[in-house]
């Protein structure tokens, strides 16, 4: 099928499913729901820690990896914590409120940023303040994110990462969007206590409800590499691709050196890439092989509902001399393709 009738077929599809749904359908419905129309789903919950104090500006710049110094209030930027050696020990995104900071990142890693943030806190007039048990986090996605978000004073679609204030109800929201590439991703922080009234609300409106399986089929789809999974303890951030999280003239942060270091003499040898898969999903650790060679490792694997068929991709780390899509390469049995992120053949960029 030419790429034309394929969008023809999707959208025909999302006509079919743009109503109001009061359940979690099939894998197909929802991740096209996503894709040509709207989704909507409460998100596990996250690390928020607020950051005050007159030196917290300055505090901050001097922990993470991109530029928290000349950051806007109303504007948020994604980083990573290293540790001294230059390996990746958390991501984040710091949003500048005015007169604080909101550190945002997964829950599973509240108890570890908390302490690295502790231990480095000496003189500093900085305070620290786990805010996370008082919000709850709604996904909103797809094209018609934007008309159902328009009762909350979303017009047109704000810079990445820019975030609003929005009085719902009596509750103060904050709606973000996020720093993702070829589909539109809203992100809603309300009070915990308000969360199934404002979820109940979008859908109504028109978004389908959306589970964890669907987010994490886009996740991979548009291959954003998650802290834990994809991005690890060991993981330095060249090899990552993430340049999005970092700055390399804002000046010294913890681990710094080592980033520099690799900047200036293309020092690293390993590269986060995308996988077309023939065959059986290779799971999460799989070795990549080329020739009877280990060149590499999985660390996450979908298969992707089209309108008509399946796809298989994964995402992972390979050699760099290695990351041609003319190289046919194997992993747990299958045969892989790399390819460049998000998948072209899934979002038609």
């Not at 979303?154 to 820019?162: D, F, H, I, V």
């Not at 993981?235 to 003239?249: G, I, K, M, V, W």
């Amino acid at each position: 099928m030419d790429l034309h009738s394929a969008k023809n077929s999707e959208a025909a599809s999302a006509v079919r499913i743009s109503g109001r749904q009061d359940h979690l359908g099939n894998r197909k419905d929802d991740f096209l729901a996503v894709k040509l129309a709207c989704g909507a789903g409460e998100l596990p919950r996250r690390t928020r820690i607020l950051l005050t104090g007159d030196d917290r500006v300055r505090w901050l710049n001097g922990m993470v990896t991109n530029n928290i110094r000349d950051l806007a209030v109303g504007q948020g930027v994604y980083a990573f914590l290293l540790n001294p050696q230059g390996h990746i020990q958390a991501d984040l995104y710091a949003f500048n409120r005015g007169n604080s900071i909101l550190v945002e990142t997964d829950g599973s890693l509240r108890e570890k940023v908390l302490a690295l943030f502790n231990h480095y806190i000496i003189m500093d007039d900085v305070n620290v303040e786990d805010v996370s048990d008082q919000w709850a986090t709604i996904r909103i996605a797809g094209p018609n994110a934007i008309r159902i978000l328009e009762p909350f004073g979303l017009s047109a679609n704000p810079e990445p990462l820019q975030f609003r204030d929005v009085a719902w109800r009596g509750n103060n929201l904050t709606l973000v969007r996020q720093d993702v590439p070829a589909v539109d991703v809203y992100e809603i922080s309300v009070p915990a206590e308000a969360v199934a009234d404002l979820h109940s609300t979008l859908i109504a409106a028109g978004a389908r409800v959306i589970g964890p399986d669907t987010w994490e089929l886009l996740r991979i789809s548009l291959g954003i590499p998650r802290y834990g999974q994809d991005i690890r303890e060991r993981d330095l951030p060249q090899e990552t691709e993430q340049q999005r999280a970092l700055h390399f003239s804002k000046g010294c942060y913890v681990g710094q050196e080592i980033v520099e270091r690799i900047r200036s003499r293309g020092a690293v040898h390993r590269t986060f890439t995308g996988f077309e898969v023939a065959g059986e999903l290779p799971a999460a650790g799989s070795k990549i092989q080329f020739g009877g060679k280990e060149i590499g490792e999985i660390t996450s694997s979908a298969r992707i509902p089209l309108a008509e068929s399946e796809m298989g991709i994964a995402l992972g780390y390979i050699r760099r001399e290695h990351a041609d899509p003319a190289k046919e390469l194997e992993a747990a049995g299958s045969r892989l393709v790399t390819a460049t992120l998000p998948f072209a053949k899934i979002w038609g960029h």
